[in-house]
């Protein structure tokens, strides 16, 4: 057992409830996705109705990952930044048998494979929809940012953004700490408007997207359903990430599952349920998009037309019920939503470099990956190098369509991946123990393995056959994750013959040696 991964470093215990779950809160984001994705939502022909109670169910895919994190957390609260890699390790380190404990570096590897293939590509995500709200808000007053111009925004943005990670997770928690209350509030403020508009009505709309409130909330097709948990799950991820703070948690086996569930709670339960009720809830044949060509859609149609149909509702409510002041509203809550932008990916940025320290610690990545930041003791090489990657993912995010739902479907397979090996691990380090919980510790995280599962595998099943954008998005993100997978084993076994070291050791070679030895 000498060999095991030991979470070293010096990263400063700053970190109480709040920080650790503000961190996660950040990078959940509802205020951000609500705008992001409510046109792909919309979009879904025949299925839009079902958005909200689509939400509800990829809630319950969430909820039951989050139940396994939150257990596992409890379980090695000792984990420091490596939080799910860690567990992966010491799930068949702690097994008796040398047979099962044989599998811990092949298990640790797999999970620091998805965690990297979730964490790195995601804050270029979000550097590449920063560049482009960015470009939104200027063509509202008629300026017209060119591409290159938009990647120049994605590379100050990811510099800005590794440059907050680079000054401590103490700073990085006051910066979520203000966007979170800076969004919830502007939430709040834009759902009981839309809720007013739809009851007093002021513009005389006769056809609304649901007739009524109830039919917002109640099924109307099971497919429809499934088909929009494959998009909601997308904008629930990040509640885990909390996972990576343990060596800067105060109290990490007190803090890091509540963290989990809270940050889920707050933002998921109730801040998506909340404003997508109200979204959907006042739409009508009165918002309407005007094509390039001068066609017209209305109501959900328009929706799906926009490039930013929450920024056409919100101006609509506000020249409806704040005296023509909805240009306004609009620009406060497109910059709002900037800000949520910078959050996540500011949190995203801190799990991913965290991860890779702690892989790094273990001489499973490049030594540089661990180095610490003399002051502020934050993996700040680790930072810089994601900054530029970051970078070029928002360029190429940037140039059309096909090329940003391409990274965004990569970075999704890494997160599906990840969870359902969480949920599957969870299950082999309690099962035969003590603490064995029939519900917590084997119906939830099989149901959970499950479901992401399943989400994963409708997500790239229906990409590859709707033809178009999807498609090619769908195709350039599977060569993305093989590239990577690649690249990593290559690595593995690179670094395993460097280290003469075993991949997978012979059961008799770990009877009193190290896991992974010779």
């Not at 998009?231 to 803090?255: H, P, Q, Y």
């Not at 001489?363 to 970078?391: F, K």
Request: hydrophobic share 55%.
């Amino acid at each position: 057992m000498a060999n095991e991964t030991k979470p070293t470093g010096s990263m400063k215990k700053t970190l109480g409830l709040t920080g650790v779950t503000v961190n996660a809160m950040a990078l959940i984001a509802p205020g951000a996705f609500l705008w992001i994705t409510f046109q792909i939502q919309a979009a879904n022909n025949g299925g839009a109705s079902d958005m909200w109670t689509g939400i509800v169910a990829a809630l319950i895919v969430a909820f039951l990952t989050a139940i396994a994190f939150s257990e596992l957390a409890r379980r090695y609260p000792e984990a420091g930044a490596g939080g799910s890699y860690y567990f992966a390790e010491k799930a068949f380190l702690d097994r008796e048998k040398p047979s099962h404990q044989r599998f811990a570096r092949i298990a640790k590897f797999l999970t620091g494979w998805a965690a990297h293939l979730f964490y790195w590509v995601y804050p270029g995500v979000m550097v590449a929809f920063m560049a482009t709200l960015v470009a939104y808000i200027f063509s509202q007053f008629n300026v017209t940012l060119s591409i290159p111009e938009q990647i120049l925004i994605a590379c100050v943005f990811s510099v800005l953004v590794g440059w907050i990670a680079v000054r401590g997770i103490t700073g990085s928690t006051t910066v979520s700490i203000a966007i979170n209350v800076v969004q919830l509030v502007s939430l709040v403020g834009f759902s009981v408007l839309a809720i007013m508009f739809r009851v007093q009505n002021p513009l005389g709309a006769t056809q609304w997207a649901h007739p009524a409130a109830v039919s917002i909330v109640w099924p109307h097709s099971l497919a429809a359903m499934l088909f929009q948990s494959t998009i909601a799950i997308l904008i629930l991820v990040g509640f885990e990430s909390s996972t990576s703070l343990a060596g800067e948690a105060i109290n990490a086996k007190r803090d890091i599952p509540r963290g989990v569930i809270l940050s889920l709670v707050i933002q998921g339960l109730f801040a998506y349920l909340f404003e997508y009720f109200a979204a959907n809830y006042a739409v009508s044949e009165k918002l309407v998009n005007v094509a390039a060509d001068g066609t017209k859609t209305f109501g959900m149609d328009a929706a799906a037309a926009s490039g930013a149909p929450i920024g056409d509702l919100t101006r609509q409510i506000g020249d409806a019920m704040l005296g023509g002041n909805g240009f306004a509203l609009m620009i406060i809550v497109a910059i709002t939503v900037g800000l949520a932008v910078l959050g996540t990916t500011l949190a995203a940025m801190n799990t991913a470099v965290r991860i890779s320290f702690a892989m790094a610690q273990d001489r499973e990545m490049p030594g540089v990956l661990g180095a610490l930041h003399g002051r502020h003791a934050t993996p700040h090489i680790g930072v810089w190098i994601l900054v530029a990657v970051s970078a070029v993912i928002g360029s190429v995010g940037v140039l059309n369509i096909t090329a940003l739902t391409g990274i965004t479907l990569a970075s999704n397979i890494g997160t599906f991946t990840l969870y359902a090996l969480i949920c599957a691990l969870t299950f082999v380090t309690f099962v035969g123990r003590n603490e064995f919980h029939s519900i917590k510790h084997a119906a939830i995280p099989m149901l959970g393995l499950v479901g992401n599962i399943g989400m994963l595998v409708a997500v790239v099943v229906i990409g590859l056959t709707t033809p178009g954008v999807s498609a090619d998005a769908t195709q350039m993100a599977i060569w993305m994750t093989v590239g990577w997978g690649v690249i990593s084993v290559a690595y593995l076994i690179w670094n395993s013959r460097r280290q003469e070291k075993r991949i997978i050791p012979a059961p008799t070679m770990l009877q009193g040696d190290a896991v992974g030895g010779k």
